[in-house]
């Protein structure tokens, strides 16, 4: 279902939102309003177009099978010389065509003629008239145009800002202004700062060796102390 959906709105994935909005508002409200007089020209009695044949089908191929015995819900039949089970109350026959599909297949068809019932007993409910008039029986209201829409005093909503950027990662701040030849960033300003404090002429650059070399020879006895 999902995959027709698609299918039907690929040529609206480009446009606005809006007008995106819209048309598939309208693109639902028109097909609900087809398919509840769909019935009326594609079903033949109670199952689509599609689903008699098959049945049609079944019928026609059940002249080989033969009923062998039968344990309740539980039905053998014999066709083709291989030996399947039909099990009525759980919808299931050894061929696996009627559990996958829903519509019987010629070895269920032999055991309703055989017990004299009406098709739509053993045809899935999702096949019935009914089943189709009850999925599309709502369909979407009809709605009124934006000029009739209620007016919302919040103001004009501008676009967002409109912003050039480049593919790839985007760069550290100290590398743009480097790169830029621009004034540097607040944090290497601060560096910057405590760097020119440190080599100024009251206070010589140190690296920790020097400053403890600097502290040991204060605590030395100077040649004045000694004399
Ligand atoms: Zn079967």
Same mark, same amino acid.
């Given at each position: 279902?999902?995959?027709? +959906?698609?299918?039907?709105? #690929?040529?609206?994935?480009?446009?606005?939102?809006?007008?995106?909005? /819209? /048309?598939?508002?309208?693109?639902?409200?028109?097909?609900?309003?087809?398919?509840?007089?769909?019935? /009326?020209?594609? +079903?033949?009695?109670? +199952?689509? $177009?599609? #689903?008699?044949?098959?049945?049609?089908?079944?019928?026609?191929?059940?002249?080989?099978?033969?009923?062998?015995?039968?344990? =309740?819900?539980?039905?053998?039949?014999?066709?083709? %010389?291989?030996?399947?089970?039909?099990?009525?109350?759980?919808?299931?026959?050894?061929?696996? %065509?009627?559990?996958? @599909?829903?519509?019987?297949?010629?070895?269920?068809?032999?055991?309703?003629?055989?017990?004299?019932?009406?098709?739509?007993?053993?045809?899935?409910?999702?096949?019935?008239?009914? @089943?189709?008039?009850?999925?599309?029986?709502?369909?979407?209201?009809?709605?009124? %145009? $934006?000029?009739?829409?209620?007016?919302? +005093?919040? =103001?004009?909503? $501008?676009?967002?800002?409109?912003?050039? @950027?480049?593919?790839?990662?985007?760069?550290?701040?100290?590398?743009?202004?480097? /790169?830029? =030849?621009?004034?540097?960033?607040?944090?290497?300003?601060?560096?910057?700062? %405590?760097?020119?404090?440190?080599?100024?002429? $009251?206070?010589?650059?140190?690296?920790?060796?020097?400053?403890? #070399?600097?502290?040991?020879?204060?605590?030395?006895? @100077?040649?004045?102390?000694?004399?």
């Amino acid at each position: 279902m999902c995959e027709v +959906f698609n299918g039907n709105m #690929i040529s609206l994935r480009y446009k606005a939102i809006y007008t995106l909005l /819209e /048309e598939i508002r309208v693109m639902v409200m028109r097909r609900h309003v087809e398919r509840r007089a769909y019935p /009326e020209k594609k +079903f033949k009695g109670s +199952f689509g $177009d599609r #689903i008699w044949p098959k049945i049609v089908s079944a019928g026609n191929a059940s002249g080989d099978c033969h009923i062998v015995a039968r344990e =309740g819900d539980a039905y053998e039949v014999l066709s083709g %010389g291989v030996r399947y089970v039909v099990n009525l109350g759980r919808r299931s026959c050894s061929c696996r %065509g009627w559990n996958l @599909t829903g519509i019987p297949c010629k070895h269920v068809y032999r055991i309703m003629v055989h017990r004299k019932e009406e098709i739509e007993e053993y045809v899935h409910p999702c096949y019935h008239r009914q @089943t189709f008039l009850d999925t599309y029986q709502y369909s979407l209201k009809p709605v009124e %145009g $934006d000029r009739f829409w209620e007016k919302a +005093f919040h =103001g004009v909503i $501008d676009p967002p800002e409109l912003r050039k @950027t480049n593919p790839g990662r985007k760069k550290k701040e100290g590398c743009k202004s480097r /790169e830029n =030849g621009g004034a540097p960033s607040e944090t290497r300003a601060k560096v910057q700062r %405590g760097a020119f404090v440190l080599a100024s002429s $009251d206070n010589p650059p140190q690296s920790v060796a020097d400053k403890a #070399i600097a502290d040991y020879s204060q605590q030395l006895p @100077t040649q004045e102390s000694q004399a």
